[in-house]
């Protein structure tokens, strides 16, 4: 099964995120290592991405995006001293996302405050069961046996302040509102749906079965040597944070998570080609509402992705194959920027990428049919005979990297395993990690 999503006004995009700077002098850099002179950008930039697309579950995606970027006085470039990102995109199958987030430097003294705002209004979500490779796909039945309804509002603010040199605290409050149903379509005749089957087997509870909330406080260390952040060409980057949702909190259900990550960036030739690799561990101890298990969770400036697979996280994988108690999950990227150049007083930069990603399930859930509800359809479907195996794709893929921020990127991915799924097109923006 190919998915993609493919903007038709890239090129659009990219001569409007060059065209606009701030009216401060920007400055020039000499003697960089990608071998040209640099332009130090000064006060505001704007990175602006229309949305034409098409993906084939989804079907058409139209919309917009907007980054805008405060250089300040040039001190930190390429980072900038605050960042504003908008979205607003809708699918033509009614799917809808709208997000706001904020991530500024200088706001508090000595600390980043990161804060976001999503509504997400999905009409058809995928769902392929728990445990990876324990949960069957079966491509002969329909796209809308795999999917569910959901309505999500989330809200998060995090702060994050030095320890001492490259060691820092993290801490923020996060909400998440959920509303779930089942998918149903006028396309075709659906006697039974996954999510439907799980929840007359027992596995995911009644009191489940339409979403819930999850207010959660997080806690964590960052330990961070890298030379950029959006596109980093030495380095590590290694995160650990603890999520607590108690129900005096207000969540439906309690729940306690950890994840911890660790990238490692190695440059091989200057910054030209980069060795990029990123290692991720998320588990539930105890209990773990069904609705919060397909979340990568973060702390920081980015927001939560939806499920692994999928550009965010493992590409080439359908999103949320891979689901369980504890999970993992691996990035390994060898990246060439192969030229550099200034056009219209921006910086520009061409990249290409080859990689190799896998996920796991650790700690499975339990698949058990307590109800004894259509065995024959749970014989078909579930397989707990063994344990899951490593869930691989490979792909590569090209970017645009305009002042070291507003980065463009085209990817192609395919699963090494049918059960995954087939080839997955990406245009998105920003590297993966």
């Given at each position: 099964?190919?998915?993609?999503?493919f903007?038709?006004a890239?090129l659009?995009a990219?001569?409007?995120?060059?065209?606009?700077?701030?009216e401060?002098?920007d400055?020039i850099?000499?003697?960089?290592e990608?071998?040209h002179?640099e332009i130090?950008?000064?006060?505001?930039s704007?990175?602006p991405?229309?949305i034409?697309a098409?993906?084939?579950?989804?079907?058409?995606?139209?919309?917009g995006?907007?980054?805008?970027?405060d250089f300040?006085?040039?001190?930190?470039y390429?980072?900038p001293?605050?960042?504003?990102?908008?979205?607003?995109?809708?699918y033509?199958?009614?799917?809808?996302?709208?997000?706001?987030?904020?991530?500024?430097?200088r706001?508090?003294?000595?600390?980043?405050?990161?804060?976001?705002v999503r509504?997400?209004?999905?009409?058809a979500?995928?769902?392929?069961g728990?445990?990876?490779?324990?949960s069957?796909?079966d491509?002969?039945?329909p796209?809308?046996?795999?999917?569910?309804?959901?309505?999500?509002?989330?809200?998060?603010v995090?702060?994050t302040?030095?320890i001492?040199?490259?060691l820092?605290?993290?801490?923020?409050?996060?909400?998440?509102?959920?509303?779930?149903?089942?998918?149903?379509?006028?396309?075709?005749?659906?006697d039974?749906?996954?999510l439907?089957?799980?929840?007359?087997?027992?596995?995911?509870?009644?009191?489940?079965?339409?979403?819930?909330?999850?207010?959660a406080?997080?806690?964590?260390?960052?330990?961070d040597?890298?030379?950029?952040?959006?596109?980093?060409?030495?380095g590590?980057?290694?995160?650990?944070?603890?999520?607590?949702?108690?129900?005096?909190?207000g969540?439906?259900?309690?729940?306690?998570?950890?994840?911890?990550?660790?990238?490692?960036y190695?440059?091989?030739?200057?910054?030209?080609?980069?060795l990029a690799?990123?290692?991720?561990?998320?588990?539930f101890?105890g209990?773990?509402?069904?609705?919060?298990?397909?979340?990568?969770?973060?702390?920081?400036p980015?927001y939560?992705?939806?499920?692994?697979g999928?550009?965010?996280?493992?590409r080439?994988?359908m999103?949320?194959?891979?689901q369980?108690?504890?999970?993992?999950?691996f990035?390994?990227e060898l990246?060439?920027?192969?030229v550099d150049?200034?056009l219209?007083?921006q910086?520009?930069?061409?990249a290409?990428s080859?990689?190799?990603?896998?996920?796991?399930?650790?700690?499975?859930y339990?698949?058990?049919?307590?109800t004894?509800y259509?065995?024959?359809?749970y014989a078909?479907l579930v397989d707990t005979s063994?344990?899951?195996?490593p869930h691989?794709a490979?792909?590569?893929?090209a970017r645009?990297?305009?002042n070291g921020?507003?980065i463009?990127a085209?990817?192609?991915a395919h699963s090494?395993?049918?059960q995954?799924?087939g080839?997955?097109?990406?245009?998105n923006?920003?590297?993966?990690?």
């Open positions: 099964m190919m998915r993609g999503c903007p038709l890239l659009c990219v001569c409007m995120a060059t065209a606009r700077a701030a401060p002098a400055t850099k000499g003697g960089s990608t071998g002179e130090v950008k000064t006060g505001i704007f990175g991405l229309p034409v098409y993906d084939a579950d989804r079907e058409f995606q139209f919309g995006m907007l980054n805008i970027y300040g006085d040039g001190g930190l390429p980072d001293y605050a960042t504003w990102y908008l979205e607003a995109s809708a033509t199958t009614g799917n809808q996302k709208y997000v706001v987030s904020y991530d500024d430097l706001l508090i003294p000595g600390v980043r405050l990161s804060a976001a509504f997400l209004n999905d009409s979500l995928e769902f392929f728990y445990n990876g490779y324990q069957r796909y491509a002969e039945l796209t809308g046996f795999y999917r569910y309804r959901r309505q999500m509002f989330h809200f998060k995090d702060f302040g030095r001492v040199r490259h820092y605290w993290e801490a923020g409050y996060h909400f998440h509102y959920l509303s779930t149903g089942l998918f149903s379509t006028d396309k075709y005749e659906l039974h749906t996954l439907e089957l799980y929840n007359r087997w027992g596995i995911v509870p009644d009191d489940q079965l339409r979403g819930g909330i999850s207010s406080l997080r806690v964590g260390l960052v330990y040597t890298r030379d950029a952040e959006a596109f980093p060409t030495r590590i980057w290694a995160e650990g944070h603890w999520i607590l949702a108690p129900k005096w909190l969540s439906s259900v309690t729940s306690n998570k950890l994840n911890v990550t660790f990238r490692h190695v440059p091989l030739v200057g910054k030209q080609l980069v690799y990123r290692l991720n561990y998320q588990g101890f209990d773990a509402p069904w609705y919060l298990l397909p979340f990568y969770t973060v702390v920081g980015n939560d992705y939806d499920g692994i999928g550009f965010r996280t493992v080439g994988l999103l949320n194959r891979v369980g108690l504890q999970t993992g999950f990035n390994v990246r060439w920027r192969f150049f200034v219209w007083k910086n520009i930069g061409f290409v080859g990689f190799c990603d896998g996920a796991q399930v650790f700690k499975p339990d698949l058990r049919n307590r004894g259509a065995p024959e359809l078909r063994r344990g899951d195996r691989l490979c792909g590569g893929g645009i990297i305009i921020n507003f463009v085209a990817e192609y090494l395993n049918p995954d799924g080839g997955a097109f990406y245009i923006t920003g590297f993966l990690f």
